[in-house]
């Protein structure tokens, strides 16, 4: 079977570019099966990261609250119906939450051993333990009679004296509910007065963690800090230990706080996976847990054998488009010359010399071959017409073949050349390395082909020059906003606690002012009432001293009349005297009525006696009387000065109060600022680490490029790879 030179050209080239091809295919599909895997596994440890934060979230916001509850129980004289009062907020706040507590120390609530026991939230032995839990028909109260102060709920707050999280336990009383507890001491004056807490649900969480499927097929889980499952593969490990391959390294990242990565493990169906194990810790409560992700390897297998199924049919496009470029110029160029050439040999050889042959216009070796064959042609005829000169003419077609061979030698070691050097330099273009160039002298118009390619290559070389300083630009751009977007994100996660804590003491401060805003009313109230008693005080003492005057008047009388009964008795006792006289002078007769005048006298003397001693007590009660009328007007004067020091008094607590109220309501406005301003920073939060995760995947394509350009040779040596 005779094999034309074109289907050996297509055959060698066909061969070629497939070896090519199949080199580049495989080279290309294992470079994407390794970024597939890593950007894959980056994607889950993002999304691994944003699942760990909702969790932390959602605990830490209910922390806080317990956390300002204690704090409330520790900054005021609420007392034990306060409390009880206070802890079905939490229940109604979050869903999460099935219960809400408070277990009073040992030594009681309030310093007491013990209260009654027929107080609110207080047991038959006198501990006050109220406990809200959610019921059939509401809120529910119940009072726990039995009591171990030695369990983790109770010993681990009240010895670290800080907020805790209990390891996860299972309720058989709420039907087999996965539960924990977050407890903070409640302290006042140093000293505990019992702890305050929460029995959380998880059965919510683990359900919601257990529906999410990363990648359309993954799965999520949940751990302990001990390795212990809160959401598992199988309902059956729930609270059981890992016990899958790599338990070790589980261990260790738990430790450690790192994450890890396991390859190849079986999953819940039976299948591979790439599992990744994220620690994460519950902010303030001194509890790590874990987020387990796994990824099918099926994910993987699907994007690299979709990549691998576009490449072998754009690798097909190229060498069918390949083929048939090369077919179409083989037959312009090569066969279409060469049958015009063999069918002109063919009319030679049929000894037809009369027209010339064609193609002598072409600027390639055809259009040599050809002038060479119509001078050929042209010497044949000349033999034909003249054989006398047969022999010269034969001698001279000698000379001409032999010339025409050595031309074509020429041509053909200089196309060798041409093509040995074209061959060296692609070989070295192809090896990667930029600095060679064709040095080599080239004929005729072969000098444009080696001049297109050297510039092609400077080009090139030029062009990845550029790239790599990109791409270090790029590298270093990349850390830069990867280390920025870090710090940016501790401060903001600094910032948000500042602003919750910030939160929780401008409403305690509100609610001091309220309290201060209602006591300054109260206040003004009484001054109101104490001036109005002092006016009315003021009144008394008027009419007192008009009362003390009237006294010190009728005393004047009683007095005068006191003297005119001293002068009656005085007259009185001269009367009797002049009558003992006269009955002294009647004699027997006048003994009677000297007896009488007698008792008269000493009447008259005891009246007069009475008179003085009365009228001495009068003038002593006078002087009283007086001293007294001088007192109550002083003590007139000083209400006076007091009514008008209380009605500035209670025109400054009015000023007070009307203060108090602008600062509490001030204060409000500012606290709905602070919110405001914590929301705006949790979602700043989110951000930072969305900027952080695009940097790093920006990063992984940067550092790519650097590898895929670093094969290059330039001018300068070899193209270092980006750090």
């Avoid at 920073?681 to 350009?709: C, D, K, P, R």
Wanted: with cysteine.
């Amino acid at each position: 079977m005779t094999r034309t030179l074109a289907f050996k050209l297509l055959s060698v080239s066909a061969t070629a570019i497939l070896l090519c091809l199949a080199v580049t295919f495989v080279a290309v599909i294992y470079q994407v099966r390794e970024r597939t895997v890593s950007m894959t596994l980056d994607q889950a440890r993002t999304d691994a990261k944003a699942t760990a934060a909702g969790v932390a979230s959602q605990l830490n916001n209910l922390a806080g609250s317990v956390k300002a509850m204690a704090s409330v129980v520790e900054r005021t004289e609420v007392d034990r119906a306060g409390v009880t009062e206070m802890l079905p907020a939490l229940i109604e706040k979050f869903d999460l939450v099935f219960g809400s507590w408070m277990l009073e120390d040992v030594n009681g609530f309030d310093g007491k051993k013990a209260a009654p026991a027929t107080a609110t939230g207080v047991n038959g032995s006198g501990e006050f333990t109220p406990y809200w839990t959610r019921g059939a028909n509401g809120l529910e109260l119940l009072v726990p009679e039995v009591i171990n102060r030695e369990e983790g709920y109770f010993s681990l707050p009240s010895s670290t004296r800080a907020g805790v999280a209990t390891e996860p336990y299972v309720e058989d009383e709420a039907g087999g509910m996965l539960m924990m507890s977050i407890v903070y001491p409640v302290i006042s004056a140093e000293k505990l007065r019992g702890v305050l807490g929460v029995d959380v649900g998880l059965d919510t969480l683990s359900a919601a963690l257990k529906d999410q499927r990363p990648f359309g097929v993954g799965r999520v889980y949940l751990q302990t800090g001990q390795g212990l499952w809160l959401t598992a593969p199988d309902k059956g490990e729930i609270m059981k230990p890992y016990e899958f391959e790599g338990d070790a390294a589980v261990k260790a990242a738990a430790l450690k706080g790192e994450t890890v990565i396991l390859k190849n493990v079986i999953g819940v169906d039976q299948e591979p996976v790439f599992r990744v194990v994220m620690p994460f810790d519950l902010p303030g409560l001194n509890t790590r847990w874990m987020i387990v992700e796994d990824v099918p390897v099926a994910v993987v297998s699907a994007i690299v054998n979709q990549q691998t199924l576009i490449l072998i049919a754009g690798g097909l496009v190229i060498m069918a488009a390949v083929i048939i470029s090369l077919l179409a110029a083989v037959r312009m160029f090569i066969q279409k010359p060469i049958g015009a050439l063999l069918k002109e040999v063919s009319r030679l050889s049929r000894g037809d010399y009369e027209q010339p042959v064609g193609g002598q216009d072409r600027k390639d070796e055809v259009g040599a071959l050809a002038t060479s064959l119509d001078s050929f042609r042209n010497q044949l005829a000349e033999g034909r017409s003249i054989e006398a000169v047969a022999e010269r003419q034969r001698l001279a077609a000698e000379e001409q073949r032999s010339q025409t061979e050595a031309e074509r030698h020429a041509v053909t070691e200089t196309q060798r050349k041409v093509v040995m050097a074209l061959g060296k330099g692609l070989q070295q273009l192809a090896d990667g390395n930029l600095s060679h160039r064709i040095s080599e002298e080239f004929p005729g118009s072969y000098a444009e082909l080696r001049d297109h390619y050297n510039s092609a290559v400077d080009s090139l070389e030029n062009t990845v020059l550029r790239l790599n300083v990109t791409v270090d630009t790029l590298n270093a751009g990349t850390r830069e906003i990867s280390r920025s977007s870090d710090h940016l994100s501790k401060r903001t996660e600094q910032q948000a606690a500042s602003l919750e804590e910030t939160t929780a003491a401008l409403g305690e401060i509100a609610d001091k002012l309220n309290e201060s805003a209602g006591n300054a009313q109260l206040a003004a109230s009484k001054v109101k009432t104490a001036c109005t008693e002092a006016e009315r005080s003021g009144e008394v003492v008027q009419k007192a001293i008009s009362a003390m005057e009237g006294i010190e008047d009728s005393s004047r009388k009683v007095s005068q009349i006191i003297g005119v009964i001293d002068e009656i008795a005085f007259q009185t006792n001269l009367l009797a005297l002049n009558a003992g006289v006269e009955a002294a002078r009647a004699g027997e007769a006048g003994k009677g009525f000297a007896v009488v005048a007698q008792e008269v006298r000493e009447l008259a003397q005891r009246s007069a006696q009475a008179a003085r001693e009365i009228k001495a007590l009068i003038s002593a009660s006078n002087d009283q009387v007086g001293q007294g009328v001088t007192l109550v007007a002083e003590t007139g004067e000083s209400l006076d000065r007091i009514a008008e020091q209380v009605q500035a008094i209670d025109s400054l607590m009015q000023q007070i109060s009307r203060a108090t109220g602008e600062q509490a309501s001030g204060l409000r406005e500012i606290n709905t600022a602070v919110n405001h301003m914590d929301q705006a920073t949790q979602q700043n939060a989110a951000m930072v680490e969305e900027t952080t995760a695009a940097s790093a995947v920006l990063n992984g394509e940067a550092n790519t490029l650097s590898q895929m350009i670093s094969r290059f040779v330039v001018g300068r040596g070899q193209i270092s790879k980006a750090a």
